[in-house]
């Protein structure tokens, strides 16, 4: 944690006057109206309204909300409104001031954006499931309403994530975890390269320090080495451009931490074989935007006379620029080093949205365009499934999250509309997305005149007919063809009403049941079920109860029975629960009462384990782990990177533990992928090595070879991560084996 700044009166008044003045002079040098005494304003109140009130690091609580109006201004772009809005948007929530008294004094526009903002605070999430979606549909009405609250509440987010090292680790994990699994995205969504790409480093500095460090050690041992290699390519390739009288940038840019551990974790590799973690940018002037499609062009006619082209990777995003207002062109081409080196072709204008989103359009006094029409229909999809959102919190932020995620593919109805998809998106996309009514009775498509089934996955430059039929019925199986957020929500929408007769009768089965066996039937005992049973929602706890899928019977509600804590129990169970003074339930393990705050050991003491191993990643000692408190007050371990731990920490950020291992008392099974060329004896020598030379008990082999090719995948029992590493590497040392890693 930060050491608290000492300062003396004099020296805070110069640090908040200091700060106060970059901010005015980076609105004073922006293309948008001086509207100074507003802001002079804005900022004296702000300054009345947090007076004597301080951050966590110990500085002077307005520098906060300064910040936050920096960042609004010279990192996304925006103007006065946002500035006076930034300056105030924690006033209303921390002092007695009403959203009232900021329409009585600045209008009510100003005061409209910092209601939305009063309304998202304290992050997206809740403590509670419900409390969470509820938030959160909040948070994206006011998208609806005014752009500018989210384009606000991102530069709170990063100043928060730049600043979080004054914070415990317990929240450290839930604000990076929530910033990933949500702000992130959301970030890329809207165009905001660069505020994402630093949610995304700052998120993974602090939920992976050590690998963070790693790769930033190897990034400046490479620097030297790239310089060289970057300026033997760019010089033949300035000297072309020079000729052609431009005037332009062209720099080499490093991937970021976050995207270069991905590609090490998605693709098992080390990071010596990213080889493609620099891009280079070419960057021009031009006064006319009618020229920058033919200039983008011409420098690409120039830069592949040089080097050799990779025809599967050229992207053309001049044409049909991104949902989002991305506009380049990317061709990559091979380096003199012998590696690709992908070079992305743009003007100055498309640099600056590429880096600011859609607030840079305004720089350029861009009024109702494209792009804004584009950012109105992904609102519009938003707002289609705020009508019907899912009743399960997880459930719902997954339905956004599709959208957020996207890569677009763009294919064409047969009367030569285009479409934006997310990329796999199948025939059955197509039909919902164009109608509920197309989607609910679709029963094939064809593309370019050949029949495909509904589930097929459409490819960008598709012509696609869907084909209907009135007797065809939405099929819950249809589901899994869908990775349209719209297409999920009109899907679930048009099941539901045959759900809901199944569902009311099971809740009355469920309701019965329980009072008949003295359970109270509240929302919290039946939420206990749901997470009992791991089905997503009550609706579905419900349905499969109408359905008789699950049975009344005793074990449904055995977690509300607690049973005597006699010798034999707390020999097989080291956990207990009791209360404390004030009602709240406590953890009890081996050594006493579990404190969230300080780092819980993970031991095993005579083969009994004071936690226990999530299925979702099943971690094992030398893992970065986190604990979490589940509704049994058991200790759950998780990878810190894993899904469900990214939905934990998000979601229930006061349940998370710091954790550490401190046994080897106990065997951890670990998976592990093999492929290879197959030569005869090649499986005896794999068997051996593990068995034999290296004294592991090998529970599972699975192995399959196709044309000279073998892969594998078998199931060891291990002390921790230094003996798998040990392992990949004698495994790769055999004969015939390219590749072995550790999978979930």
Sequence with gaps: MAETVKMTPQEEEMLINNAYQNLLNGYLSSNHRKKVEIIEKAFKFACEAHKGVRRRSGEPYIMHPITVAQIVSQEIGLGSTSICAALLHDVVEDTEYTTEDIEAMFGKKIAQIVDGLTKISGGIFGAHASAQAENFRKLLLTMSDDIRVILIKMADRLHNMRTLQSMPPAKQYKIAGETLYIYAPLAHRLGLFAIKTELEDLSFKYEHPEEYQAIEEQIVANTPHNEQIFARFSAPINERLEKLGLKFEFKARIKSHYSIWKKMETKHIPFSQVYDYYAARIVFECDNEADEKRICWNIYSEITD??????????????????????????????????????????????DIAERGFAAHWKYKIGEGEEESELAAWLQTIEDILKNPEPNAIDFLDTIKLNLFASEIVVFTPKGELVTLPKDASVLDLAFTLHTELGTHCIAGKINHKLV????????????????????????????????????TRLRAALRHDRRAVIVKGEAMLKQFLVENEVEASSDNINRIVSLER??????????????EIALSPSLIKVFKPASRGLLDRLMNPFGNRSNAAGETEVVAAEGKIDTKKIYELRTVDGKSNYRIADCCNPIPGDTVLGFINDKNEVVVHKMDCEEATRLKSSYGGRIVQTRWETKAKKFNVTLSLEGIDRQGILQEIIYLISTNLSLNMRRLNISADEGVFQAELEAQVDDTEVVTKLCKRL????GVSSAVRVR
């Design 535 to 548: 089905v997503k929602s009550r609706d579905e706890l419900y349905q499969m109860i109408g359905n008789n």
């Design 453 to 488: 089934p509904i589930s097929h996955k459409l490819a960008s430059g598709d012509q696609v007919e869907v084909l209907t039929s009135q007797s065809q019925q939405p099929n819950p199986e249809w589901d899994k063809f869908l990775v349209t957020a719209k297409g999920k």
């Design 732 to 735: 790769k040392k055999v004969k």
């Design 306 to 351: 040089l080097y050799r082209l990779h025809p599967d990777r050229l992207r053309d995003w001049i044409s049909v620029p991104k949902a989002n207002g991305y506009r380049a062109l990317h061709v990559t081409l091979m380096g003199p080093d012998g590696n690709w080196v992908e070079v992305q072709i743009r003007s100055r204008r498309m640099d």
